[in-house]
């Protein structure tokens, strides 16, 4: 795998397996908002953001605000300690930190529930910069929070790597500029990629 200087990871099913805790979320979500739930397509609706996956049965807006706010609020409740790294996470994240790479996170999840993740874990230093669904002025597959995050840096785009689970993360990093690299996680998922990994240990090898 290429060395890159600057990695931008995803959170969920690509750092963290949240499957299990997001499931509550959406079934609070769907419940407000009056939408027939199928605990089946949770893992579906996870790899897009949450105005695309209202967007499957509404275009109200004051609807879509209720239906967001509902599931933030679900997620307050435990998700933070029932959302687990997936195996080898913590050693890729400590390795690429030894190496002096630049780590950071783009996701849909709030910036607080990821440093609440983080903290708990005792890693959040690890990680230059957060940007999550408060600072997600256009949701992926914008480029938006990619551009964010390089605008920091004086960082060629051809060094820089933006790791994700879904479509939308891998159209996120073409359209920004950067290398995308789709981490499959047993789906099977078809999308446009640089690299193709099915264990984020294939980054430091």
Known sequence: MKDYELYTFDF?????????????????????AGFPFDERKCSEYMRESLNQTFGRFSDCTCKLREFVTAFIMESEKDMVESTLFFSESMHVIEELYDRGKIL?????????????????????????????YERMV?????????????????????NACFIGDSPNDMLCAINAGVDAIHIDRGDAIECVCDHRIHDLSELIE
């Open 104 to 132: 950071c996170i783009a996701s849909g999840k709030t910036e607080y529930r990821i440093r609440q993740t983080l903290d708990r874990f005792g890693i959040t230093d690890h990680f230059d910069q957060i940007v999550g």
């Open 138 to 158: 256009e949701q992926k597959p914008s480029p938006y929070c990619i551009d964010l995050i390089m605008g920091k840096y004086d960082i060629p785009r051809r």
């Open 12 to 32: 969920d099913m690509t750092l963290v397996d949240s499957l299990k805790p997001s499931i509550g979320c959406y079934r609070k979500a769907f419940e407000v």
